[in-house]
């Protein structure tokens, strides 16, 4: 896999790793699943509140390869089953800090268990290789561990010399949706840690008892609250919606549509090349795209020009000077949102004003 560090170069924001003035903390967290409601955005505080650059994650149960950027400004590097119809087991991530994500250099998706990620550090020429890994259980069959294994050492020997090199065991990965969950909520997700914490830290059998009964009725309340908050989210988008529907603004609808159906997390980074293969490096897939649109828009001529029978009969078509009255029906029917024409005026401008629109337009006619 070729580096894509050239690639990123120009841009302003191009940052180090393992700065001696600046302390990069990287850590590791097995969720066993990312399916609970609520569970990405506790997973982006918990990563925010340690200060973590690089979080592992292990046992996320998402499916597919990619890259995905939360509202909260974490990035995602995820790798999953790929199979059609794949069952949510396994998967591994690595959730990334502005700051690590400008440093990245290029990530590979190697298997459901196994992803890896490149970054640069201050020291030229050595980079920090972060390979984050989901081990298989003593009862599995002795043949899938000997494969993983030898897959995971394949890995770590292709590591160019010098390179520093952080294998990590018991990660975790994040979920794809929204972050929809009110403050409210998260003050009582605070509360029950707190209250996690006291029945972790008592003493006595009955301490313990009352700590527990404590924490029961925090957690139910955490969850009574997130599933409304869920609700709130998916009746507010379904309103969007609908209103978006009956101004007729298809894009707002076809957005609020694919959020409501859970399909809107927008992974980045997925291009595959001719032989369907998945390209997580930066320079592959800005060559994968010019090779893409030379295939497109550079096709041979025709060896066979068309025979265009000449027209029978002229049609009836109406060439005088539009009315007033068709111009600003024309306007009404300008579909906002959309890219203008070779005059660069935009759609939102001409029907801000539609008598004036209507007025400037029919001159030129």
Known sequence: ?????????????????????????????????????????????????????????CETRWTGTGKSILNSGETILF????????????????????????????????????VRASFRTVKQKVNMSVIQCYALTNDKDAFVKEEFYMQLQNIINNERKGNLKILMF??????????????ETIKLIEDRKSKKAELNNSKTRAAKARAQENYTEANKEVRRHIRADKVKYQNDLAQEAETAAAKGNLRDLYSNTRKLVGKYSQPTGSIKNSQGKVLTNTKDQMDRWVEYFEMLLNRPDREVSP????????????????????????????????????????????????????ELLHRLF
Do not use: F
């Open 1 to 57: 896999m070729t580096r894509c560090g050239d690639s990123r170069k120009e841009s302003g924001s191009l940052t180090y790793l393992l700065s001696a003035r600046k302390t990069s903390r990287i850590g590791t967290w097995n969720v066993r699943t990312l399916y609970d409601i609520g569970r990405t955005m506790e997973v982006a505080k918990e990563m925010k509140h340690y200060r973590i650059s690089i979080l592992g994650l």
């Open 79 to 114: 790798s999953g089953h790929t199979e059609e119809n794949s069952p949510h087991s396994e998967g591994v991530a690595l959730m990334l800090s502005k700051e690590a994500d400008r440093a990245l250099i290029e990530w590979e998706a190697v298997s459901p268990r196994i």
């Open 307 to 358: 025979d265009i029978q000449p027209l029978e009969m002229e049609l009836d078509i109406n060439c005088e000077i539009p009315s007033k009255k068709e111009i600003r029906k024309a306007i009404n029917l300008l579909k906002e949102g959309k890219a203008s024409g070779p005059d660069g005026i935009p759609a939102e401008a001409i029907r801000t004003n539609i008598n004036t629109s209507t």
């Open 170 to 183: 018991l990660g975790k990965k994040e979920r794809k949706h929204k972050a929809w969950i009110t403050p």
